[in-house]
């Protein structure tokens, strides 16, 4: 089966407990033989690598199997909703590679279904209007280990309780003065069932319906009511709603005993199918990397105290931020499907994820030179000197071609590149000693001139041809000073000090790393020069580098690091599958 917002995909080898469900179901026919999955974010903050493998499982999974998946904003809290993020989350989820086509939808758009369906919990007796706050309630719930006691407004007469939520809805009540409770189990080991809330009084403008309500739904009882509308099969969401799930599957029975009694009821499902068994909700690991935070208010917390310099600073774990620094989608993807999909919460190893951004762009990024901190070094044999030299675009793509890179008598070398005394197994330019230079020849130190305060200032070299036979260990890039273009770099580097900066006592935001960023003019090849915003390349022997999108200008682009070189994962021993 195939539909209109995705393309059928080979399965891959990994069969994780997803694709084991979904199989099943697909062989035992499960509602028709389709599979229709959803994202649901809440519009409250700017995505993050943690969605990204939601996203991935959940427009994957639907891809996979031919079947769809809908992107849904679950804005049932008026209060910390606002457009700009909706629109975000689009941007991200389309820039991940995925499309949801027609089937962009909000919790909101269920409010009336939502609230009809409360009205039948009420009249069937399974749900009542309760006056104990909210702060009381924590008595009357009681513990796991013991039962709760009932709310002295448990057993409310259903008339009485539906005039009363009437009038919650037309807004004569305060916030927090009623709420409408489900009535389910004030003895259940699982606090969930203990007569949650299912509505509560918010007087508060929602940038989707405006004004029209002043009772809205608690995520709890609508999310399984969304999944239903929209005729979602499976819903897959993070292992932190397990416990929910009883609540989840308790209000699922509930609409379909109430729609199998009452069919004008069908008007409420938007996609409607003659067989439709109901959404199953299945529970994955949530994605936790170190060195970073993923709570939306704790990111939200930085952005307001001006300890980052948005939600897309490049030091972000959001989406946004991760592909202003250079991150590709592919890589992120990536990165997904090499962590897997389990049942098991763990945390991953942020340099797994640069692993796969190095991978992806050593294939694809272009090679240029640039110098970061520039030591100057000066040809005394100017015979014969080439006026270019040609380089390679990229060694891993032969089809990127060569480029023409300007050759002088004066060049910048890295200023680490050279020693004056060198330690033991000190390969690169030394008073005396011969390197490599990157596809230009050899250069052979023969003296040094230093500066007022004795710091090596100019290296005087003899140059020879790429022809000589000369034995070297080691190559260094170089950018010719006359024609070297000045050019602002952003040196990124982890947000945190300490893996784990939620697992501390002490405020997250202690262990903020003073040295995140460094901000620097470097000198690179004519060519960088002319790089459009976005644009990326790997800085031979630094690191990957992305034109940043933002704060770049023609002809003056501003660099930020993706990602160095040296990759930690690659030399460790990865675990068997």
């Not at 009809?116 to 104990?132: N, T």
């Not at 962590?339 to 991953?348: M, R």
């Not at 100019?458 to 020879?464: A, E, T, V």
């Not at 200008?553 to 990602?563: C, E, H, L, Y």
Request: net charge negative.
């Amino acid at each position: 089966m195939t539909t209109e917002n995705s393309t059928p995909a080979a399965a891959p080898v990994n069969k994780h407990f997803v694709r084991q469900i979904i199989e099943s179901d697909l062989a035992a026919g499960r509602n028709g033989g389709r599979v229709v999955t959803r994202f649901p974010p809440e519009p409250n903050g700017y995505l993050h690598i943690g969605h990204a493998k939601a996203i991935c499982i959940d427009f994957g999974m639907a891809q996979e199997y031919g079947g769809r998946c809908h992107l849904r904003m679950d804005d049932t809290n008026p209060a910390k909703e606002e457009m700009e993020y909706i629109n975000a989350i689009q941007t991200d989820v389309r820039w991940l590679g995925f499309d949801w086509g027609r089937h962009f939808y909000h919790a909101s758009d269920y409010f009336d279904a939502m609230y009809a369906f409360a009205e039948k919990l009420i009249e069937r007796g399974q749900a009542y209007v309760c006056a104990v706050s909210q702060d009381d309630w924590k008595d009357y719930r009681g513990v796991p280990t013991r039962p709760g006691k009932e709310s002295p407004w448990r057993n409310r007469p259903a008339t009485e309780s539906l005039d009363l939520f009437r009038r919650m809805k037309t807004g004569e009540f305060k916030e927090g003065e009623l709420c409408l409770r489900a009535k389910i189990d004030m003895a259940s080991p699982n606090i969930h069932l203990r007569d949650p809330v299912i509505y509560r009084i918010l007087h508060a403008e929602h940038p989707h319906t405006g004004n029209k309500w002043c009772v809205y739904p608690m995520y709890d009882f609508a999310h399984p009511l969304e999944d239903a509308f929209e005729g979602v099969t499976h819903s897959l969401c993070s292992i932190e709603f397990e416990v929910h799930r009883p609540l989840y599957d308790w209000v699922i029975q509930n609409l379909l005993a109430i729609r199998a009694a009452e069919p004008a009821v069908a008007g409420w499902f938007v996609h409607d199918h003659p067989q439709y068994d109901g959404p199953q909700q299945n529970e994955f690991a949530r994605l936790d990397l170190t060195y970073t935070v993923m709570s939306k208010r704790k990111l939200l917390e930085l952005v307001e105290a001006g300890l980052v310099s948005g939600w897309d600073d490049p030091r972000m774990p959001t989406l946004c931020g991760l592909r202003r620094r250079g991150y590709t989608p592919a890589a992120i993807r990536t990165f997904v499907e090499t962590v897997g999909v389990t049942k098991f919460n763990s945390l991953t190893e942020v340099a797994l994820l640069e692993h796969c951004i190095r991978e992806d762009l050593n294939r694809s990024a272009l090679r240029r030179m640039a110098v970061l901190r520039p030591l100057k070094v000066t040809i005394e044999n100017v015979e014969n000197l080439p006026a270019t030299i040609e380089a390679q675009n990229n060694p891993e793509d032969p089809a990127a071609g060569t480029r023409q890179v300007p050759f002088s008598r004066e060049l910048l070398i890295e200023a680490e590149d050279f020693m004056e005394v060198p330690p033991p197994k000190y390969f690169r330019l030394t008073p005396g000693g011969s390197v490599r230079l990157r596809g230009a020849g050899f250069l052979t130190c023969t003296r040094v001139e230093k500066d007022s305060a004795g710091k090596v200032s100019n290296i005087i070299c003899k140059w020879s041809p790429p022809t000589t036979e000369l034995k070297v260990k080691a190559t260094i890039h170089w950018v010719s000073a006359p024609h070297a273009k000045p050019v602002t770099v952003r040196l990124y580097d982890r947000l945190f000090t300490v893996p784990e900066p939620d697992g501390q006592e002490q405020d997250f935001k202690t262990f903020l790393n003073p040295h995140s960023l460094e901000q620097l003019t470097a000198y690179v090849e004519p060519a960088v020069a002319a790089a459009q915003p976005g644009e990326g390349f790997q800085f031979e022997r630094v690191a990957y580098f992305v034109a940043d999108a933002l704060d770049s200008q023609p002809g003056a682009p501003v660099f930020n690091r993706t990602v160095t070189l040296k990759d930690t994962w690659a030399k460790v021993e990865k675990p068997k599958k």
